[in-house]
């Protein structure tokens, strides 16, 4: 269950259904995006990233989408498992710089 | 091992004590990277390492905590004076190379001041 303090946004999806997850970033200048897994106790875990010569990138069972006019990524699950289950963050990196700036997170929850 | 190692997994300790989280990178991995995730919040940047180059500490929060990392390898967190506010888990990431490749996170140390 959830902690005392947590209000992490909340996408609940059955079984088997594609997940869209959403995230808007914040500096125009940033040039790589990232997208991460987080499951409880453990760190971040990498899934997919984008570069910004890019609007779509897939991977398995994983899709990230990129529109630099909005400033807006997703991450799109296809046929989501119990195992997808988690805390999904995005990321950004500025080549002006090497540290992640890291958005809030969004929890999924897959129930059958 | 294959991927980021941190010890101690946890730790406990009175508030006013120092402490050091240790950090082992990946094998080649030049760069590595702390941060910090409170409660149900995102990851906030501490602190970077890049090859020989000075460290960006632009992320610390107070002169309470600083890094080291020797060798090129591994690296140490220490917070001197702990504050119950510095209750989080510490996450530590390397990278084969500064920005525009994806770090790769350890499983963190939970750090808890009573």
């Known amino acids: 269950g959830e902690s005392v303090g947590l209000h992490l946004p909340t996408l609940s999806v059955q079984e088997g259904d594609n997940s869209i997850i959403n995230c808007a970033y914040s500096?125009?200048?940033?040039?790589?995006f990232i997208w991460y897994k987080q499951e409880s106790g453990k760190g971040p875990q990498f899934i997919i990233d984008?570069?910004?010569?890019?609007d779509k990138r897939q991977g398995q069972r994983v899709t990230v989408l990129l529109n630099k006019t909005v400033k807006h990524l997703s991450l799109q699950i296809a046929a989501t498992q119990p195992g997808d289950s988690a805390v999904y963050f995005c990321?950004?990196?500025?080549?002006?710089?090497?540290?992640?700036?890291f958005g809030t997170g969004t929890r999924l929850q897959v129930f059958p | 091992g294959a991927g980021v190692s941190q010890s101690p997994s946890n730790k406990v300790t009175e508030k006013g004590k120092d402490v050091e989280l240790r950090c082992d990178p990946i094998?080649?991995?030049?760069?590595l990277y702390w941060y910090r995730q409170s409660l149900g919040q995102g990851l906030e940047f501490l602190i970077y390492?890049?090859?020989?180059?000075?460290?960006?500490k632009s992320g610390l929060p107070s002169d309470r905590f600083s890094a080291e990392r020797t060798g090129g390898s591994v690296s140490t967190l220490t917070i001197q004076r702990t504050q119950q506010e510095d209750s989080a888990v510490y996450l530590c990431?390397?990278?084969?190379?500064?920005?525009?490749?994806?770090?790769?996170f350890g499983d963190g140390t939970r750090l808890s001041i009573l």
């Open positions: 500096n125009s200048a940033s040039d790589y």
């Open positions: 094998s080649g991995h030049t760069a």
């Open positions: 984008i570069r910004s010569n890019m």
């Open positions: 990321a950004e990196n500025s080549h002006n710089t090497d540290k992640l700036i």
């Open positions: 990431a390397s990278s084969a190379q500064e920005g525009g490749q994806p770090q790769h």
């Open positions: 390492f890049q090859g020989n180059s000075a460290p960006d």
